[in-house]
């Protein structure tokens, strides 16, 4: 049991360290220019999949239900987020109003046996776009996506609602 939570969190790790040079731009054998196409052509390939968060203003001391980072290791779990990705619509032209965004974005980093893919961010708050997929997508209009993500990480009550935490009471 022990050896097994060691290789979980090496894993982890290994996928983090990766994410994070691939949000620098290097990504590996996978096109930067065609992110969207390279993910949905491998989606029946995914395996894995890590998802952590990221807030922008650590000062609001936003409290969260789930740890600040999530491995997926069920690979239809994974291939189900990656399908939600691709469905959501691209974000509409002109003038959007959005709530405030509160800086909370979760960065998704999907693999393929040793294979990455470059990370896509989906924010929480604001405007909630997603971003690294080619075209931006919208997710303000699927909640869906946020069941289906809250699935896959194993949460008790898996939509958009836990996504963007709550302040602290006073």
């Known amino acids: 049991m022990e050896q097994a939570?060691?290789?979980?969190?090496?894993?982890?790790?290994?996928?983090?360290?990766a994410a994070v040079l691939a949000s620098c731009g290097s990504v590996g054998q996978v096109s930067a220019k065609r992110p969207a196409v390279a993910l949905a052509q491998n989606i029946a390939r995914l395996d894995r999949l890590v998802v952590w968060r990221t807030d922008a203003f650590?000062?609001?001391?936003?409290?969260?239900?789930?740890?600040?980072?999530?491995?997926?290791?069920?690979?239809?779990?994974?291939?189900?987020?990656?399908?939600?990705?691709?469905?959501?619509?691209?974000?509409?032209?002109?003038?959007?109003?959005?709530?405030?965004?509160?800086g909370i974005i979760y960065r998704l980093v999907f693999a393929a046996g040793d294979q990455q893919f470059?990370?896509?961010?989906?924010?929480?708050?604001?405007?909630?776009?997603?971003?690294?997929?080619?075209v931006t997508r919208w997710v303000a209009t699927s909640p869906d996506f946020w069941h289906t993500l809250g699935v896959?990480?194993?949460?008790?009550?898996?939509?958009?609602?836990?996504?963007?935490g709550s302040r602290p009471a006073n």
Do not use: W
Not at 124 to 134: F, I, N, P, Y
């Open 5 to 17: 939570r060691r290789r979980a969190l090496l894993l982890l790790m290994v996928i983090a360290s």
């Open 58 to 102: 650590p000062q609001n001391h936003f409290r969260f239900a789930f740890p600040a980072t999530v491995a997926v290791t069920d690979p239809t779990a994974v291939q189900a987020v990656a399908r939600a990705l691709s469905a959501l619509p691209p974000m509409p032209s002109g003038n959007v109003h959005c709530p405030a965004d509160l």
């Open 118 to 134: 470059p990370v896509v961010s989906v924010d929480a708050t604001g405007s909630e776009t997603v971003r690294g997929l080619g």
């Open 152 to 164: 896959a990480m194993g949460l008790a009550k898996p939509d958009y609602a836990i996504f963007p």
